[in-house]
């Protein structure tokens, strides 16, 4: 699949999915990944930032009340109008831009550091994304990335529940099968009965890369990996917020920090 088409999926996806998400209809997102993931941040204040695969924008923004000058950009157009319409009515310097992740429209060395929340797995070729990021990054800058864990969100993942209904077990399988460009429809969880039946199901495509075929390509796009967070809920977070609990079995997101690799040359992605 090409990253054109991928995009079509997700500017189908994207008016629906913003609707969503600013309902607080992604829990996981707003209540244990987005929290783990900037809670993992380095001090940025002051320090220009790229957004990759910003969405709707409210990571964006979330990174931007950090102190960072930030930047993000989009495949899809819709998602650009809603992240720039955010922006318009709570300014915090932020500029978005339509453009391709594996092709960025800017300068080698343009940024302190770039994020991408939960859209790199979302890509065909994340290969070409991760080498962009090393080209923009300045000397000592760093990517923080978050993904679907590779070992626990396989193609088939079940979560067992007891009778009681509390998950006890996480049931994964085809670990290794190749996944590319399968579409999937679902909607979030949290939607009730009623506002499944009248939203179109979200449409979206499918790349699934094993935890070794990521390393790999951390190395050959220039990356040494810095840290690693696999977020968990606490006990607390788990009885407020069930959905969340089967992460206290298994984790559902990876969170990487890289830096360039001192010892290469930033690779050049663009032919």
């Known amino acids: 699949m090409e990253a054109s088409e991928a995009g079509r999926y997700w500017e189908g996806n994207a008016e629906t999915w913003t609707r969503h998400?600013?309902?607080g209809r992604d829990v996981y997102r707003d209540a244990l990944n987005s929290p783990a993931f900037l809670a993992m941040l380095p001090p940025i204040e002051g320090l220009q930032g790229l957004d990759i695969g910003c969405g709707e924008g409210a990571n964006t923004r979330a990174v931007a009340r950090l102190g960072a000058r930030m930047q993000g950009i989009d495949i899809a157009p819709t998602f650009i109008r809603h992240a720039q319409s955010a922006e318009e009515a709570e300014p915090l310097g932020i500029a978005y831009r339509v453009a391709d992740a594996a092709a960025l429209p800017f300068e080698a060395g343009a940024f302190d550091f770039a994020t991408a929340f939960m859209s790199l797995m979302d890509m065909p070729d994340?290969?070409?994304?991760l080498a962009e990021a090393r080209r923009v990054l300045k000397p000592g800058g760093f990517l923080q990335f978050s993904i679907l864990h590779p070992c626990f969100m396989p193609p088939h993942r079940k979560v067992l529940r007891d009778a009681?209904?509390?998950?006890?077990a996480v049931e994964v399988g085809g670990y290794f099968g190749a996944v590319d460009g399968a579409v999937q429809q679902w909607h979030f969880e949290t939607l009730s009965t009623e506002e499944k039946a009248s939203s179109r199901p979200f449409q979206t495509p499918r790349f699934h890369r094993t935890l070794s075929q990521w390393v790999d390509a951390l190395g050959q796009a220039g990356l040494a990996i810095e840290r690693l967070v696999e977020p968990c809920a606490s006990p607390e977070l788990a009885a407020a917020e069930p959905i969340v609990a089967d992460t206290r079995i298994v984790p559902l997101a990876l969170i990487v920090r890289a830096r360039p690799s001192a010892c290469l040359d930033p690779p050049d992605p663009r032919p």
Do not use: I, N
């Open 164 to 168: 009681k209904g509390d998950a006890w």
């Open 126 to 129: 994340p290969g070409r994304a």
């Open 21 to 23: 998400v600013r309902a």
